[in-house]
Nanobody, 124 residues
Framework: QVQLVESGGGTVQAGGSLRLSCAAS????????MGWFRQAPGKEREFVAG????????RYADSVKGRFTISRDNAKNTVFLQMNSLKPEDTALYYC?????????????????WGQGTQVTVSS
């Protein structure tokens, strides 16, 4: 069965950095666009960043542009999210998701598989 396992979350002070990883198994990783979403308490799950099948196609939410970088390693079936200049409003549960398609959608309904999430907490 398909598994997406996130890691790398934690607690960091504002201005700090974290690197999230998502290891995929049970699917042909190179055939899926990958995305990161986040959900804060009491809020809807929102798109953060996405990467196309082969990497060059990138998409970011306006709120993280210039601070977050998504990348993937198809040889290791892993997608990453480098988060710099973190702000308290970035605090959320971060989810990795896989979508059958070339380019990453910003709509959560388009994604086929989801991980369990990793918590990111940014203190002020």
């Amino acid at each position: 069965q398909v598994q997406l396992v996130e890691s790398g979350g934690g607690t960091v002070q504002a201005g700090g950095s974290l690197r999230l990883s998502c290891a995929a198994s049970g699917l042909t990783f190179s055939l899926f666009a990958m995305g990161w979403f986040r959900q804060a308490p009491g809020k809807e799950r929102e798109f953060v960043a996405g990467v196309g099948r082969t990497g060059p196609f990138l998409r970011y939410a306006d709120s993280v542009k210039g601070r977050f970088t998504i990348s993937r390693d198809n040889a290791k079936n892993t997608v990453f999210l480098q988060m710099n200049s973190l702000k308290p409003e970035d605090t959320a549960l971060y989810y990795c998701a896989a979508e059958r398609g070339f380019a990453p959608s910003t709509a959560k309904m388009d994604y086929d598989y989801w991980g369990q999430g990793t918590q990111v907490t940014v203190s002020s």
